[in-house]
């Protein structure tokens, strides 16, 4: 890509993490750290990778995203926001009563959701049916499916791991954000789903390890899954929870707590500046 | 004294598959390592690019399921109804009840006619769990001919459905032809003093049951509920004003299946008196269908005990 365009994405995946804040800040709830962490990957998706067209968001030959870490919503809310799916000014009302956009994403009520998720493991078997679904009626869109690293410790994500490798799921490509932190702490120390490369490896999957946050990586990392004949993809991205807000960088706590006052303020004045050093 | 005719309610769903898949190409079976047992190995070998096994892993095909039918395609997915509704309930009420898909669910081997297998087999608890998440429609035919007719209302019907199955052959109590609608009960029997409101292989012990309580001066009407969501409830109400008392039964729990769910309609628009003949909140275990089904009560002569005293 050139570096203009790159610039771009790195001002959209801003943006992206500005609507992150504004939604949890108005919710006083939802989960900012893991929306956070996967920011980029949510811009190069929506802005650059998959085949869609905001204005008709039930396109039938569209390419599909599954958020199987379906709380980390505030991320995909965003991302759909500000690619023009419905207005950004909506996102504050995230999680309040009688808002359509829901506390976990629901397919019937948000224009761009492409499955309802929140438990966790279910996602990615959606995404392979869903995959199979194309691959039997002919049609060539593709199929991606977020994962979290912590989510991977649910049997079920292995379940479709195996049934995408078995269909040879070509036009299937999930996306493991390893920023290494759940709820109870490292997911190391929790139960750790290390070594998650070889893991996917071994279930059958052509995998790449990139850094999260370089869209040039990401780029190259999903050029290759859609070069691949034969077998599903998968991208092990590392990345930091909470990137780009200082004080929830790296911090379990910030899985999915709501910034205050204060803290909402000090996230903003710290995007806003990033902002306005990209667009400088 | 002609043989009556009997077919198990699993063979009615894989032949009826077949029927279906001829007529519509959209029609997908998803499978968990039991073709042969749920019959869906007729419709594969019809049809075997549209029939896909999803190995032993029951919460990623309901899944899977649900995900094919984002994109147009009406599945079938199907296992044990202790698999099924049990291990897979949070899969069915997440991806498929939540967002209501176009997911159809086969469970064969309900009940504890499952026989020799024993309790671990033996799911006396589908209708309740399917019948607690919204918008789903819970079925269990009482016969060859039904079956056939469920599955095919089953594909028309847009939303989600939940059929149950048995293992057992069951006799043929329908003519062929019949009308099904989802969420109609059947008279089987008019009748004046108890009303007895039955589904799957309990609606032939009913009547079994009705013909028997003449000779005693009780004249018993028959319903088959192979409904249980969303409940006929004008028939019941009906039935209840007509004959005062009524009997549920069905091979399953009495928590929270078509006894309860009679009970809740009766209790709140027109309270009537109800024995609940059922799975009385206990295991199953080994042993052949026709001793268990005798054993747990789950007979036309208990049926017939049960209606004796009721009607004293």
Known sequence: MTSSEKKQLQITACKVRMGVIESTYGAKAGHPGGSLSAAEVYTYLYFKEMNIDPKNPKWEDRDRFVLSKGHTTPGLYSVLANRGFFPVEDLPTFRHIDSYLQGHPNMNMVPGVDMSTGSLGQGISVATGMALAAKHTGKTNRVYALLGDGEIQEGQVWEACMAAAHYKLDNFCIIVDNNGLQIDGNIADVMSPYPIVDKLVAFGFETVEVDGHDFDALEAAFNKARQTKGKPFAIVMKTIKGKDVSFMENDAGWHGKAPNDAEYAQAMTELKAKLAELEA | ?312
Request: proline residues 4%; charged residues 20%; hydrophobic residues 45%.
């Open chain 2, 1 to 312: 004294m002609a043989e009556i005719k009997k077919v198990a309610t699993r063979e009615s769903y894989g032949n009826a598959l077949k029927a279906l898949g001829a007529e519509f190409d959209n029609l997908v079976v998803l499978d968990a390592d039991l073709a042969g047992a749920t019959k869906t190995g007729t419709f594969k070998k019809a049809f075997p690019e549209r029939h896909f096994d999803c190995g032993i892993a029951e919460a990623n095909m309901i899944c899977m399921a649900a995900g094919m039918s984002t994109a147009g395609l009406v599945p079938f997915a199907s296992s044990f109804a202790m698999f099924a509704a049990g291990r897979a309930f949070e899969q069915v009420r997440n991806s498929i009840g939540y967002p209501h898909l176009n997911v159809k669910i086969g469970a064969t081997h309900g009940g504890i006619s499952v026989g020799e297998d024993g309790a671990s087999h033996q799911c006396c608890e589908d209708f309740a769990l399917m019948r607690s998440i919204p918008g789903m429609v819970v079925m269990s035919p009482a016969d060859d001919v039904e079956a056939q007719a469920m599955v095919r209302a089953a594909y028309l019907h847009q939303g989600p459905v939940y059929m149950r199955f048995g293992r057992a052959a069951v006799p043929v109590i329908h003519e062929e032809g019949m009308k099904f609608e989802i969420g109609k009960g059947e008279v089987l029997k008019e009748g004046t003093d108890v009303a007895i409101i039955a589904n799957g292989l309990m609606v032939n012990e009913a009547l079994v049951a009705a013909e028997e309580l003449k000779e005693d001066g009780i004249n018993a009407m028959v319903i088959n509920m192979a409904t249980i969501k969303p409940l006929d409830e004008e028939l019941v109400l009906a039935a209840a004003k007509k004959c005062g008392k009524v009997i549920t039964c069905e091979e399953h729990s009495v928590i929270g299946g078509l006894g309860e769910a009679v009970c809740a309609v009766l209790a709140e628009k027109c309270p009537t008196p109800v024995k609940r003949i059922g799975v009385n909140d206990e295991f199953g275990h080994s042993g052949p269908a026709a001793a268990l089904l005798k054993q747990f009560g789950l007979c036309s002569e208990n049926v017939v005990k049960v209606a004796k005293e009721f009607c004293k």
